[in-house]
């Protein structure tokens, strides 16, 4: 069984830019949830979707967004890009909401110079 | 404030030594507990799952305690090995309204584990 599939693994980008994150999630598994891990705040948790709709969020500015398609498979954006916004960004993907066993995937690592 | 807090912050131990990591919540209401191990560079990978009546679970080296009472976890590693290392996650959910849960991250201890 394949396993959670996140592109790019590596991305620098620049102030200002914009960048899409993609996540394909475990199949059969409806549920995306997005987490940005920095070295001083760890893991935090941006927001949840099922079944193409945003079901939770957490506390990030509106500069970063996402999606869900028919498929599951799940986008994250951010704009406006800040050197802050430097993370290892995760996707975990779960059969059904949050209270189900989540499986990472390896992470899209984001340079922003 | 819901929050999560892990101590050590860093370990370092001799291969084969035994470890604990503790964790402490603030969080409520509780639903469960889970241990992820995270190796550099890769995603988090599930060691456990407790709910709010389990006290303790194994997973094979890792044994994972709860006390719902004084909301505290333990992780203890038993005769650890080389491949130990690695930053250790204590992740607590809540449920903040009827519709939706909020998970509550520590920021992990790091252990190094030297031969």
């Known amino acids: 069984k394949a396993g959670v599939t996140q592109t790019p693994r590596y991305l620098i980008k620049t102030r200002g830019q914009q960048v899409t994150l993609s996540c394909s999630p475990i199949s059969g598994h409806r549920s995306v949830s997005w987490y940005q891990q920095t070295p001083g705040q760890g893991l935090q948790f941006l927001f949840e979707?099922?079944?193409?709709?945003?079901?939770n969020k957490g506390n990030f500015p509106g500069r970063f967004s996402g999606r869900q398609f028919s498929n599951s498979r799940s986008e994250m954006n951010v704009s406006t890009l800040e050197l802050g916004d430097s993370a290892l960004y995760l996707c975990?993907?779960?059969?059904?909401?949050?209270?189900?066993?989540?499986?990472f995937g390896q992470g899209t690592r984001l340079t922003v110079v | 404030k819901n929050q999560v807090e892990q101590s050590p912050q860093s370990l370092i131990i001799l291969e084969g030594k035994n470890c604990t990591l503790q964790c402490n919540y603030t969080v409520s209401p509780f639903s469960n507990l889970r241990w992820y191990k995270q190796d550099t560079g890769r995603g988090p990978v599930s060691l456990t799952i407790m709910t709010f009546s389990e006290n303790t679970k194994s997973n094979g080296r890792y044994t994972a305690t709860l006390d719902a009472d004084t909301k505290q976890s333990s992780l203890h590693i038993t005769a650890s090995q080389l491949s130990d290392s690695a930053s250790y996650i204590c992740v607590v959910m809540s449920f903040f309204n009827q519709a939706g849960t909020a998970l509550i991250f520590g920021k992990g201890t790091t252990l190094s584990v030297s031969s």
């Open positions: 979707y099922f079944s193409e709709t945003q079901r």
């Open positions: 975990a993907t779960r059969p059904r909401g949050l209270d189900t066993e989540a499986f």
